[in-house]
């Protein structure tokens, strides 16, 4: 099994700084001659606070975090176990009185034991190093998504319009700059392999 962020997290909406729109909507106006209309800038807000929940996602899912729970799971699992095995008489007398079967209860807690130790096996082949920026990654092509929608072209030009869009946007996403290379890989990885947001209907 690969390593991959798995989970729920809370999603908080992200408001663009005045600067910011005025940054991206000068670097529109220099590309391609003409205003952004006022849904991309709430597409792009919407893909930061997607890219902040994924982060999110990202660290709580760390390989080495992972592997730490299990390791605990397993052990206050098989503590219990323990428990049930050398439990008194009296005890065993006044749980079944409580309609808890503990021939069950032990067979249950054995199999969970055991599935344990088979996913913290698994876990072991996760990454040791650094693991993959997937929240960028799809910050990437959610940004490409918006700027579609526009009608624009993304191309790799490093004076084009994404080129230029994602380097803002991932600026102000993470709080740091950064590098053209790693901005024109992102770039590369959008177009060649889009991996956007996925939203899911409304079922309510």
């Not at 800038?41 to 902040?52: L, N, P, T, V």
């Not at 749980?95 to 079967?101: H, I, M, P, Q």
Request: one cysteine or more.
């Amino acid at each position: 099994m690969d390593w991959f962020p798995t989970g729920v997290t809370d999603y908080e909406h992200f408001s663009l700084e005045r600067d910011v729109v005025k940054e991206l909507r000068d670097t529109v106006r220099a590309c391609e001659e003409r205003e952004p209309l006022p849904t991309f800038f709430s597409d792009i807000e919407h893909a930061i606070a997607c890219y902040r929940a994924h982060s999110k996602l990202k660290e709580d899912c760390l390989p080495g975090k992972v592997r730490g729970r299990l390791v605990i799971l397993q052990t206050q699992s098989q503590q219990l176990l323990d428990y049930l095995d050398s439990l008194d008489g009296l005890s065993s007398m006044l749980l079944c009185e409580e309609k808890v079967n503990l021939s069950d209860m032990r067979h249950r807690l054995m199999e969970f034991v055991i599935a344990i130790g088979r996913a913290a096996t698994e876990a072991e082949s996760f990454p040791n190093s650094r693991v993959p920026d997937y929240p960028r990654t799809v910050l990437a092509s959610d940004i490409r998504h918006a700027l579609e929608k526009q009608g624009f072209r993304c191309k790799t030009t490093k004076s084009g319009l994404f080129y230029n869009v994602l380097g803002i946007i991932v600026r102000v996403a993470t709080g740091n700059p950064h590098s053209s290379g790693a901005v024109e890989k992102l770039v590369a990885k959008a177009l060649t392999h889009p991996t956007p947001t996925q939203i899911l209907p409304d079922r309510s």
